[in-house]
């Protein structure tokens, strides 16, 4: 068997790797991003009221702006819409839909992360996301069209031949 035919065979290996990695990936971003609409006196989630979402991100805007260099429109607009991002590419990292292009964003998303806590500097933390930034590209690696059969993408856009 030569090297190029074993390269475009699927290694089940590979693919749930990548199923495991995507999973974290994606439930790490999607939990983040409800736990900011969840109320901490009730315990209770709630999507369709921002109060809920403004005083969870306060003391996230408060501190960015009182310790940071960066602009208050700009961490007021990043912190809002970071919440429904972690969410929406969470779900597509989960699932598996757009899955490289997901776990690209997502990877991004924790790059921006990771600058924020650069800027602080909060350098523990900073190493954490770094952690998550590479685990996050490892599940792209893994991505590839062969491997990433356990996802929307893999089921629905599947080559004929197979």
């Known amino acids: 068997m030569s090297d190029a035919s074993c390269c475009t ?3 089940c290996e590979i693919a749930f790797a990548n199923l495991i990695l995507r999973l974290w990936v994606g439930l790490r971003l999607f939990m ?14 709630n999507f369709s009221d921002w109060t809920t979402l403004k005083a969870n991100v306060k003391p996230l805007f408060d501190n960015m702006t009182k310790e940071t260099f960066l602009p208050d429109i700009m961490v007021a607009n990043y912190v809002f819409v970071l919440s429904y991002a972690l969410i929406i590419v969470g779900a597509w990292v989960i699932v598996g839909l757009f ?8 990877g991004l998303l924790f790059v921006s992360l990771s600058f924020g806590l650069m800027a602080l500097p909060d350098d523990d933390q900073a190493v954490f996301r770094g952690i998550e930034v590479a685990i996050t590209a490892f599940a792209l690696v893994t991505a590839s069209r062969q491997h990433n059969r356990l996802s929307l993408d893999g089921l629905l856009f599947r080559p004929k031949a197979d």
């Open 32 to 45: 983040a991003g409800i736990d900011k609409f969840r109320d901490k006196a009730t315990k209770l989630y």
């Open 9 to 11: 065979k699927c290694r």
């Open 99 to 106: 899955t490289r292009l997901s776990l690209f964003v997502a």
